[in-house]
């Protein structure tokens, strides 16, 4: 391991200990939980140098610690101490020196503040950095070894925390790349909502829609245009639920690609083709516009499609002075819009574009086909 080389003198260890290490330190880069790492961490110093106690202190990004996890000390005794050491002393010392401190005699350095009540006595130490890349991440403390800790154990012990600093680090690249997949989960499915539920329920309300028109019955007309009715406030509630789940990031939706797939998929059935005349520039076009701009071209479109007899329809997007403008237009035989009995498509077309700030105009002429024009504000 790469690590281990980096650490001088670590050659005077023995076959045995340095064994015990790398077993203990494959446990550690094996751990999925910071502070399981610090525990095992400060487990593994204490047992590879036959220490009594062993820490690990955690910096926060003012130089203080700002988590410390101990072995050695039992809950109750720990309790009876109170708070835990935030970094003051001799602790404070490694901490603005960042090098291994060894000591015979905690009391004897110049920086030692002594123990709180209750504290079991301290007096052989070891502490070693803990780097995480090229930050300092905290430091590994030892105490208590009988006769005093050795050279050897300084190597060992710095060998350990180069292992638990890779550990450190990979855990927090681990975690960030778990909250990424989260995020991108997050947004394939409120994709996934939109674009295929969404879309299929709206069909479905098209094709009632279209019944209804057709029924001669005023009642069971009433029943179905009461289930479009239903429909529309269940795409209203999904809508609202895509909302909140969807991630901040959804920025990347694209008026032109989803109209131009929509109105693609809408003719195909019908033999009919699609012309498209969408400005490049449409600039950024908010998520709840695309949303009422691509009902609108479905509705005008299916139209053309069904009405019109054209063999083209074109559909146009551009953006000029803070509106979107739609024009959905076809060259078929058109009709007298004041003439006509609209169906709930024109006139939910109409009062979808009023609902968003905007404006419809429908010019169409028994033989010259059928422009539909909507102003909505960006
Ligand atoms: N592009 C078009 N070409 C020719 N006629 C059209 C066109 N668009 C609409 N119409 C006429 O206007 C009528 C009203 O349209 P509207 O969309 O309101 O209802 P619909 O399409 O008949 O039914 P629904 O939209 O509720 O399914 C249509 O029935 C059709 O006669
Ligand atoms: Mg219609």
């Known amino acids: 391991m790469n690590c281990l080389t980096t650490v001088p003198g670590l050659a005077e260890v023995t076959p045995e200990r340095l064994a015990a290490l790398v077993s203990g330190?494959?446990?550690v880069t094996a751990t999925a939980d910071l502070s399981e790492l610090l525990t095992a961490t400060a487990e593994i110093a204490r047992e590879s140098t036959g220490a009594k106690y062993a820490a690990l202190g955690v910096l926060g990004e003012h130089g203080t610690l700002i988590e410390f996890v101990h072995v050695g000390i039992a809950r109750e005794l720990a309790e009876a101490i109170g708070p835990l050491p935030t970094g003051r002393g001799v602790l404070g010392t490694l901490i603005h020196e960042a090098k291994t401190i060894r000591l015979d005699r905690l009391q004897d350095h110049?920086?030692?503040?002594?123990?709180?009540?209750?504290?079991?006595?301290?007096?052989?130490?070891?502490?070693?950095?803990v780097?995480?890349?090229?930050?300092?991440?905290?430091?590994?403390?030892?105490?208590?070894?009988?006769?005093?800790?050795?050279?050897?154990?300084?190597?060992?012990?710095?060998?350990?925390?180069?292992?638990?600093?890779?550990?450190?680090?990979?855990?927090?690249?681990?975690?960030?790349?778990?909250?990424?997949?989260?995020?991108?989960?997050?947004?394939?499915?409120?994709?996934d909502l939109h674009d295929a539920i969404i879309q299929d329920i709206f069909s479905v309300g098209l094709v009632l829609q279209g019944l209804a028109s057709r029924m001669d019955n005023e009642r069971d007309r009433h029943d179905i245009e009461e289930a479009v009715t239903r429909l529309d406030s269940a795409i209203s509630e999904l809508r609202r639920f895509i909302f909140d789940l969807k991630p901040p990031v959804w920025h990347d939706r694209d008026?032109?690609?989803?109209?131009?797939?929509?109105?693609?998929?809408?003719?195909?059935?019908?033999?009919?083709?699609?012309?498209?005349?969408?400005?490049?520039d449409l600039g950024q076009i908010p998520s709840d516009v695309i949303d009422v701009a691509s009902q609108i071209v479905r509705e005008a479109t299916s139209n053309a499609l069904r009405h019109s007899g054209s063999p083209t329809v074109e559909i146009?997007?551009?953006?000029?002075?803070?509106?979107?403008?739609?024009?959905?237009?076809?060259?078929?035989?058109?009709f007298d819009p004041a003439a006509v009995k609209t169906g709930l498509g024109l006139s939910s077309l109409r009062s979808r574009?009023?609902?968003?700030?905007?404006?419809?105009?429908?010019?169409?002429?028994?033989?010259?086909?059928?422009?539909v024009r909507v102003l909505l504000p960006v």
Do not use: C, W
Not at 317 to 322: D, I, K, L, M, N
């Open 25 to 27: 330190a494959a446990a």
């Open 110 to 129: 110049p920086d030692s503040t002594g123990f709180p009540p209750h504290h079991p006595p301290m007096s052989t130490f070891l502490g070693v950095p």
């Open 131 to 191: 780097r995480s890349g090229d930050a300092l991440f905290g430091n590994l403390y030892l105490t208590e070894k009988e006769g005093g800790f050795t050279q050897d154990d300084e190597h060992l012990v710095e060998a350990l925390a180069a292992i638990a600093g890779s550990a450190v680090s990979n855990l927090r690249l681990q975690q960030k790349l778990r909250r990424l997949a989260v995020v991108e989960d997050r947004e394939r499915i409120a994709r």
């Open 255 to 280: 008026l032109g690609t989803e109209i131009t797939r929509l109105t693609q998929q809408l003719a195909e059935p019908y033999g009919v083709r699609a012309v498209f005349d969408i400005s490049t």
């Open 316 to 334: 146009g997007a551009e953006s000029r002075a803070g509106f979107l403008i739609l024009t959905i237009a076809d060259r078929g035989r058109g």
């Open 353 to 371: 574009a009023e609902k968003a700030g905007g404006d419809t105009t429908v010019q169409s002429r028994p033989g010259r086909g059928t422009t």
